[in-house]
């Protein structure tokens, strides 16, 4: 079995800048593909980034240019580096992993707890 641990969420204004965290445990060699999702109230789970074990990244159009994935050398931390955050930015953030190779065909198997993200002045 896998865990996942997200952190580094919480409350910062419109235009700041958030890094969140996720560290998996258990079983982690077996993940191989690891992405962050979020859901906002009301409104379906969605794909924000996924980055594989050998570095390939995946973003969705909303935030391109904006967050950053990315992982340690053992591979079982990733980060998402947000900045210029915006009020449709706010959201429950969740990690996942799988162990598919595929950044295009990543379907999660683990799934963290979520972290908050509330962007608002």
């Known amino acids: 079995q896998v865990q996942l641990a997200e952190s580094g969420g919480g409350l910062v204004q419109p235009g700041g800048s958030l890094r969140l965290s996720c560290v998996a445990s258990?079983?982690?060699?077996?993940?191989?593909?690891m992405a962050w999702y979020r859901q906002a109230p009301g409104k379906e789970r969605e794909l924000v980034a996924v980055?594989?074990?050998?570095?390939?990244?995946k973003y969705a159009d909303s935030v391109k240019g904006r967050f950053t994935i990315s992982k340690d050398i053992a591979g079982n931390t990733i980060h998402l580096q947000m900045n210029n955050l915006k009020p449709e930015d706010t959201a429950v953030y969740y990690c996942?992993?799988?162990?598919?190779?595929?950044?295009?065909?990543?379907?999660?198997?683990?799934w963290g707890q979520g972290t908050q993200v509330t962007v608002s002045s």
């Open positions: 980055i594989s074990r050998g570095g390939s990244t």
């Open positions: 996942s992993g799988d162990a598919t190779y595929s950044t295009t065909y990543y379907t999660p198997t683990y």
């Open positions: 258990g079983r982690e060699f077996s993940v191989n593909t």
